[in-house]
């Protein structure tokens, strides 16, 4: 078994990082952050050689991102609200959309040619890039959207009050290119309306890459794996589990310190999942088998972003300052970090529900 | 040892054998049980290599392979923690070894209190009787009919309780996903648990891990054999199988019971006081032999240390981050650093 390896990247972001995002065709790595750019990686032959080749200056902080049809393309949501295009290639920016709030997710879906934003507005923007000329369809969520991530045939939304939308991507595909932006609008309803299977706010949303399901965290140190199939047979295989939680010194009355789970991401080959929490440290889990995996040395700081590589040979590891309640002082410049492991062969893999 | 004058050994030499912290399995010697611990406990899984301690491989993980150690392999559930460091016998907590020592002391006159009322004869005191001895209980057809419907009885009655919501000896500990309740307020006044979707399993989402296996302190079906296990083998046998632990029989109480008397107690009332104690040592060790894992896959690590105040720490949970609605990226951006400039 080959070790596996980590190391630091140099030239990370400057401020918060919500999201790291690998290229579909290659081992590029997209980093939007609070400090107003977009960083892109390229990781050579090892987890080692990676570098930073190229930074994008937006004038607001970039909530999120993630790549389009190919390597060159990206889109970005804004905290000025607006739904970015850009080329990789030249730095080229176009706005697609803009919301009346901030911009805190954008999610592609390579299958259907969409682009999906969500925003503090409580709006989906949903463009249908398959007809560039069309005005983006405008759907109304009932709740803030947290977090956003899609399947190949599915969408999920997660928001306020503990509310959960599944889009059906067909459908929705279907209903854009069949009908006027208004009338697709009307007929765009949820597939699936849940209640979140955590309690609390959720921090992060990830798509089992076999369509199957779904997992959720919360800010209070747990993770939900759960199934779109809307059987009694599936939803009984759903289940949550504690876990990024630290037992607090005696000195300071003991009891548990709960984390918020910050990051999801589910590999794109063995199914199994990461989550990284406040507490510092990256889990991997096997959903089939309900175990955790694996868990990774400490990080310095609150884990805030993870993506596995499209072949699942890296992991990109993102770690800022923590939250906390009361946040008034906040401050995560300069305390961003970037790493990037490298897996050995069978480091991911699950060993089934067996 | 030299040659045993009887089939069964006497406690001091079963209290003289080395004996694992982490599993609590016996041996010949210290030898036997540091390879052991070496193979069983203290194995790099992503080399192989084997460590002294548990601590060495904490650090070999962290060097090499960049890992977390998060708790000992294979170890009982409660002995899962890194936080004592063993090698061999040594290390291991006073209580603990008093704990072992009672026990064998317990299993011990539990058995031999057993064997007796099985042939009849009076239990000989500790000069050793010369009656059959060495006999081993054999069950009639109807002793094990019995012994089988109390069992039933027993496991159905524990299903009934975990029916209603009790917990059941389901060996958890406090950070497992096994805490169905929060131990938080409710986030806002009428803040309603999710309840289950109409015509949803009874397992809804929100709750635990299902245990793996059915859950009770009792013995799987299949680990009930256990407590009729053979007497260990004559020291005769080939020094080189690994020694079998000598039989454990339990009654439960940890401690040899006050006027014992090996004809007033049945094998079944010793199983049916032993399989109400929830969290018996034995009964870890037999579901661990049965390759039952204790309802825990996701335990942290930081929770695997022995604790007795498990309910106090529960009601001490503090969250880091507690808003329920507004999300620390909305907080973020009312701070004037991030403000937008408009153009
Ligand atoms: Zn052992
Ligand atoms: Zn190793």
Redesign the interface.
């Known amino acids: 078994m080959a070790p596996s390896t980590q190391f630091e990247v140099s030239q990370p972001p400057t401020d918060v990082v919500g999201t790291v995002v690998f290229a579909p065709n290659s081992n590029k790595l997209l980093v939007p952050s609070w400090d107003k750019s977009v960083y892109l990686y390229e990781v050579g032959d090892s987890a080692e050689d990676a570098k930073l080749v190229n930074s994008y200056e937006y004038r607001a902080p970039i909530l999120d991102a993630c790549f389009g049809a190919d390597d060159n393309e990206a889109f970005t949501a804004g905290l000025d609200r607006e739904v970015t295009r850009i080329d990789l290639s030249t730095g080229e920016k176009t706005t697609l959309s803009k919301h009346s709030e901030p911009v805190r997710c954008v999610v592609y879906s390579p299958e259907h040619r969409l682009l999906i934003s969500a925003s503090w507005d409580g709006t989906l923007h949903i463009h249908n890039l398959a007809a560039p000329d069309q005005s983006p369809v405008t759907v109304a969520l009932p709740g803030k959207p947290h977090a956003m991530a899609a399947s190949p045939s599915k969408l999920v939304v997660a928001m306020t009050a503990r509310l959960v939308h599944i889009y059906d991507l067909p459908s929705i595909a279907t209903a854009l290119s069949n009908s006027s932006s208004e009338a697709a609008a009307a007929s765009i309803q949820p597939w699936q309306q849940r209640e979140s299977s955590l309690k609390f706010l959720t921090r992060a949303v990830a798509c089992m890459p076999n369509d199957a399901g779904y997992a959720t965290s919360s800010i209070e140190g747990r993770v939900a794996v759960e199934w779109f199939e809307d059987t009694a047979e599936s939803q009984a295989r759903k289940y949550a589990f504690k876990c990024h939680r630290q037992t607090a010194p005696e000195e300071e009355g003991g009891g548990d310190i709960v984390y918020p789970v910050n990051a999801l991401t589910f590999h794109p080959v063995y199914g199994t999942f990461a989550s990284g929490g406040g507490d510092g440290t990256v889990a991997l889990w096997d959903a089939e088998a309900k175990r955790r995996m694996r868990q990774y040395q400490k990080f310095p700081d609150s884990v805030a972003a993870l993506g596995f590589s499209r072949d699942g040979k890296y992991l990109a590891i993102c770690v800022c300052a923590g939250f906390e309640t009361g946040m008034e002082n906040y401050d995560g410049k300069g305390k961003t970090k970037l790493f990037l492991r490298e897996l050995g062969e069978t480091e991911a893999k699950g060993k089934g529900a067996k | 040892m030299g040659k045993k004058k009887r089939g069964h050994p006497d406690v001091e030499e079963l209290l003289a054998r080395p004996w694992c912290y982490y599993c609590e399995r016996d041996f010949e010697d210290l030898k036997l049980l540091i390879s052991h611990q070496k193979a069983k406990h203290f194995k790099c899984d992503?080399?192989g290599k084997r460590l002294n301690t548990a601590g060495g491989l904490s650090v070999h993980m962290?060097q090499?392979?960049?890992?977390?150690l998060?708790k000992v392999e294979n170890a009982l559930p409660n002995r899962q923690g890194l936080e004592i460091e063993i090698f061999g016998m040594e290390g291991v907590p006073e209580e603990i070894v008093q704990q072992h020592n009672q026990r064998i002391v317990t299993n011990f006159y539990t058995a031999q209190a057993e064997r007796h009322a099985a042939t009849g004869n009076p239990p000989p005191g500790h000069s050793g009787g010369q009656g059959p001895a060495k006999k081993i209980k054999i069950e009639t057809p109807d002793e094990i009919k019995r012994r089988l419907a109390e069992h039933r009885a027993k496991v159905a009655a524990q299903k009934a309780a975990a029916a209603n919501g009790g917990a059941v000896g389901i060996p958890t500990d406090?950070?497992?996903?096994g805490?169905v309740v929060?131990?938080?307020p409710p986030?806002q006044p009428g803040?309603p648990?999710?309840a289950p979707?109409a015509?949803?399993?009874p397992?809804a989402?929100?709750?635990?891990?299902?245990p793996?296996f059915p859950a009770g302190p009792s013995p799987p079906p299949g680990a009930a054999t256990a407590f009729n296990l053979p007497a260990r083998p004559p020291s005769g046998a080939p020094p080189s199988a690994l020694p079998q632990r000598p039989p454990y029989f339990y009654n439960g109480s940890g401690a040899p019971p006050p006027g014992f008397s090996g004809t007033s107690s049945t094998v079944d009332e010793l199983v049916a006081g032993a399989s109400r104690q929830g969290d018996d040592i034995d009964q870890l060790i037999r579901m661990a032999e049965a390759g039952i894992k204790p309802a825990k896959?996701?335990a942290?690590?930081?929770?695997t240390g022995e604790k007795k105040?498990k309910k106090?720490?529960?009601?001490?949970?503090?969250?880091?981050?507690?808003?329920?609605?507004i999300?620390?990226?909305?907080?973020?951006?009312l701070?004037p650093?991030?403000k937008?400039?408009e153009?």
């Open positions: 992503r080399c962290n090499v392979h960049k890992e977390t998060d406090g950070q497992s996903p805490q929060s131990p938080f986030p803040f648990y999710p979707a015509g949803a399993p397992f989402a929100g709750q635990p891990f299902p793996a896959p996701a942290p690590a930081e929770e105040s106090d720490k529960e009601k001490n949970t503090r969250m880091v981050y507690g808003d329920t609605e999300s620390p990226e909305e907080k973020l951006a701070l650093s991030y937008l400039v153009v």
